[in-house]
């Protein structure tokens, strides 16, 4: 769905909410925290923005589980979707954070991989490269393109060098969380559209693995998992269309691909 000039200005307040928890959280996010430590200052920061957290009770269907926390914790080789828990943060241990707000009825959502300590230099590429892949495919976000180009170039950025992990994707954000369209993080010929339009407000989420490209949900029947144990991580920012280059709506500076 495109959005007109008045609701991409309201996308751009909820984005910049989401930015601004996740430049306060990259002081917070270290050896000894906790999930839900980390949890309650982002739920405060957004209740106290006048938004409410997206995530918290979010329930996709009908007999699910409403998910319990305000952001989504995935550590080491849980992908997406983890549940903050007590666990403390230890050096080394990536951290996927994925973070909404429903600011004036409009929705932000992005996520941020946390390198804590001294992760092993093979992770810290993998994330590293994820980010860079994720650059990528915004570049390409312009009218005339199309849904499955972003997947392309993200395939192609990585190099087949990562499991690329192909049941969750991204998607359309608005007045909800998730609107059409679903997008792929690869390469797919039989899923090229639709046609990219100025207006349009796209999440992209790369999710990658160090090893197999497959998953598993656990009993909690959110946490996602790696099937082999070994580490993934997940980057995603919320971009608009338009008719020049692609505006990264919860920008937070930190394409810099050290």
Known sequence: MKKNSLQLEYMKQSGKLVADIFNHLKTVVKPGVTGCEVDKIAEDMIRSRGARPAFKNYQPHSGMTPFPSSICWSINDEVIHGIPSDKVVKDGDVISVDLGVELNGYFGDSAYTFLVGNVDPVVKKMSNDTQRALWEAIQICVPGNYVGDI????????????????????HGVGTKLHEKPSIVNYNDPKRRGPKLEAGMVLAIEPMINIGTEKVIVKEDGWTVVTADGKPSCHWEHMIAVTIGDP?????????NFS
């Open 151 to 170: 997947g392309k170039m993200i395939e192609y950025t990585l190099q087949r060098q990562y499991g690329i992990v192909r049941e969750f994707c991204g």
């Open 247 to 255: 505006i990264i709506l919860t920008d937070r500076g930190d394409f």
